[in-house]
Antibody
Framework: EVQLVETGGGLVQPGRSLKLSCVASGFTFNNYWMSWTRQAPGKGLEWVASITNSGGSTYYPDSVKGRFTISRDNAQNTLYLQMNSLRSEDTATYYC??????????WGQGVMVTVSS | DVVLTQTPPTLSATIGQSVSISCRSSQSLLDSDGDTYLNWLLQRPGQSPQLLIYSVSNLESGVPNRFSGSGSETDFTLKISGVEAEDLGVYYCMQATHAPFTFGSGTKLEIK
């Protein structure tokens, strides 16, 4: 059974940093691209970052480019999202998602990040 | 960025009724590789989104066949043939043809 378990969320002040982790199980992690997607409270979904299976290439929308960094440790089956210079508009539930040829086919349960002073 | 416009924003249906949700794209979603990367997801209350349909019309494993997808280029439709109580939630279309990947604003399905 595919499982994606996110950790690392919490309350952080504007301008500070936070690092999210996602531990994957139930599939061969290094065969899949992975992504992070977020959802602000009561709002829709926004793609945040993606990474190739090797970790050699990464992709971001302009809203987080230069502030967020996606990375992975294939030996530990773990995906990361380093978030710097956090803003109030980054407040959201962050989902770890597996990216297959079918799209974002598995989602974690999500982890809440609140940016507030 | 590609804008996906979903209509209606809310939908109220009785059990057994058939409903459709529209997703219109500001650009063609036909990729140069010949595929069209338009997916449909359902987010039930309090849950994470789940994939229902991929590449316009392909049913994800385990998804009931009362769900179907159709469309091309810029106009896409999700149809539920015979709504069941478990279908309530918010439906999103999502495109992965053009970066940045984008989602529709969602259609909330309520059961009467």
């Amino acid at each position: 059974e595919v499982q994606l378990v996110e950790t690392g969320g919490g309350l952080v002040q504007p301008g500070r940093s936070l690092k999210l982790s996602c531990v994957a199980s139930g599939f061969t992690f290094n065969n899949y691209w992975m992504s992070w997607t977020r959802q602000a409270p009561g709002k829709g979904l926004e793609w945040v970052a993606s990474i190739t299976n090797s970790g050699g290439s990464t992709y971001y929308p302009d809203s987080v480019k230069g502030r967020f960094t996606i990375s992975r440790d294939n030996a530990q089956n773990t995906l990361y999202l380093q978030m710097n210079s956090l803003r109030s508009e980054d407040t959201a539930t962050y989902y770890c998602t597996r990216w297959s040829i079918r799209g974002f086919d598995y989602w974690g349960q999500g982890v809440m990040v609140t940016v507030s002073s | 960025d590609v804008v996906l416009t979903q209509t209606p924003p809310t939908l109220s249906a009785t059990i057994g009724q058939s409903v459709s949700i529209s997703c219109r794209s500001s650009q063609s979603l036909l990729d140069s590789d010949g595929d069209t990367y338009l997916n449909w997801l359902l987010q039930r209350p309090g849950q994470s989104p789940q994939l229902l349909i991929y590449s316009v019309s392909n049913l994800e494993s385990g998804v009931p066949n009362r769900f179907s997808g159709s469309g091309s280029e810029t106009d896409f439709t999700l149809k539920i043939s015979g709504v069941e109580a478990e279908d309530l939630g918010v439906y999103y279309c999502m495109q992965a043809t053009h970066a940045p990947f984008t989602f529709g604003s969602g259609t909330k399905l309520e059961i009467k």
